[in-house]
């Protein structure tokens, strides 16, 4: 299986070159597709995540998300799962003028996890090597 993602350290200002989206191809064994949104977006900037996207946990900033809360099926040819609602940050209208892009970020790290002998996607990621190193336990 391959897995690719668009990290996107949001720069608000530039967001139409942004793509979150977490794409899979080749899946030949059932896995769990979770990402991992570390928020560091002013209260001012809105980040809906796509309804496709399961909250599993939360920590500081940092949110894990499952997606559909199901496993993708073995043989499963390809997914293209974003990230974001309308793959936007929406603006609000009291984002202070003078708030910089560098204060006001928002990365997206995706992970993909047998989904043999787990229950549910938290059973999964709790057992993954990521769980410790992410610092979200589910």
């Known amino acids: 299986s391959t897995l690719s993602s668009s990290s996107a350290a949001s720069d ?22 979770y990402v991992v949104v570390d928020n560091k977006l002013d209260s001012a900037l809105k980040a809906n995540i796509a309804s496709d996207w ?29 990230i974001l609602t309308n793959n936007q940050v929406v603006v609000g209208t009291n984002f202070p003028a003078d708030e910089t ?14 989904s043999a002998t787990f229950n549910t996607a938290s059973e999964a990621w709790a057992a993954s090597p990521y769980a410790s190193v992410v610092n979200v336990n589910a």
């Open 101 to 114: 892009a560098a204060a006001n970020t928002i990365d997206f790290t995706a992970y993909m996890v047998q």
């Open 54 to 82: 399961t909250l599993v946990k939360s920590e500081g900033t940092k949110s894990l998300y499952v997606y559909k809360n199901t496993p993708v099926a073995a043989g499963t040819a390809s997914v293209v799962a974003p």
């Open 12 to 33: 608000v200002y530039k967001r139409q070159e942004k793509d979150p989206t977490v794409k899979v191809t080749g899946v030949k064994t059932a896995v769990y597709l």
